[in-house]
């Protein structure tokens, strides 16, 4: 247990603008909150004229759909590093106190297609596409880059995807919202 992990890499210069948009959750670590039947998991990004991020995380669990919004935010404006944090006011229906996480961007591709997150503890991870679907071998590199950064991969789930994906409509909302607070808050 003496050994400490090293410091995980994070990607550089990412462009905001260009990251914003639909992210579909293609894996991840859950939380022990997490509803085991969640699936299409997703996450829409859309840039604010001053230059935080609104957040729309989005799942469907038992035929209903489960939503929480926040706001993402540079943790260090001076930094070029992609360490971003994300606030959430929970309970999301009677905003009361916010929760704050990391959003550690550790892989991005070129062309903002598929991403690599993590947090500094390790506890949580996410592989997120643009697509609901990810080609095998981009997956297994993620996962290779994932385990360079100290994660435990087995430990990462597939979240289903349906194509083509829901509406937001189509179901009945999830008044509840009580995992996604008690994911942030790692309890």
């Known amino acids: 247990m003496g050994k400490t992990a090293k410091e995980m890499t994070v990607v550089k210069g990412v462009d905001l603008e260009r990251y914003m948009g639909r992210w579909y959750e293609i894996a991840s670590i859950p939380s022990r909150f997490q509803p085991r039947d969640g699936a299409n998991t997703r996450a829409t990004y859309t840039l604010r004229s001053d230059g935080t991020v609104h957040v729309l995380n989005e799942t469907w669990s038992g035929g209903?759909?489960?939503?929480?919004?926040?706001?993402?935010y540079r943790a260090d404006?001076?930094?070029d590093d992609a360490k971003?944090?994300?606030?959430?006011?929970?309970?999301?229906?009677?905003?009361?106190?916010?929760?704050?996480?990391?959003?550690?961007v550790l892989?991005?591709?070129?062309?903002?297609?598929?991403?690599?997150?993590g947090q500094p503890s390790r506890t949580y991870l996410w592989i997120l596409c643009r697509q609901t679907h990810?080609?095998?071998?981009?997956?297994?590199?993620?996962?290779?880059?994932?385990?360079?950064e100290g994660y435990d991969v087995q430990k990462?789930?597939?979240?289903?995807?349906?194509d083509p994906p829901p509406e937001e409509e189509?179901?009945?909302?999830?008044?509840?919202?009580?995992w996604w607070i008690k994911s942030l808050l790692g309890k």
């Not at 892989?107 to 997150?117: C, G, M, T």
């Not at 990810?134 to 385990?147: G, R, S, T």
């Not at 990462?156 to 349906?162: G, M, S």
């Open 156 to 162: 990462l789930h597939k979240t289903p995807q349906a």
């Open 84 to 104: 971003l944090k994300v606030k959430f006011y929970v309970p999301p229906f009677f905003p009361i106190f916010p929760v704050v996480g990391d959003y550690w």
């Open 64 to 72: 209903r759909r489960g939503s929480i919004e926040g706001t993402a």
């Open 107 to 117: 892989y991005l591709d070129d062309d903002y297609q598929y991403a690599l997150i």
């Open 77 to 79: 404006p001076a930094s």
């Open 134 to 148: 990810m080609d095998e071998e981009v997956y297994i590199m993620l996962l290779e880059k994932a385990k360079e």
């Open 170 to 178: 189509s179901a009945p909302e999830d008044k509840k919202g009580i």
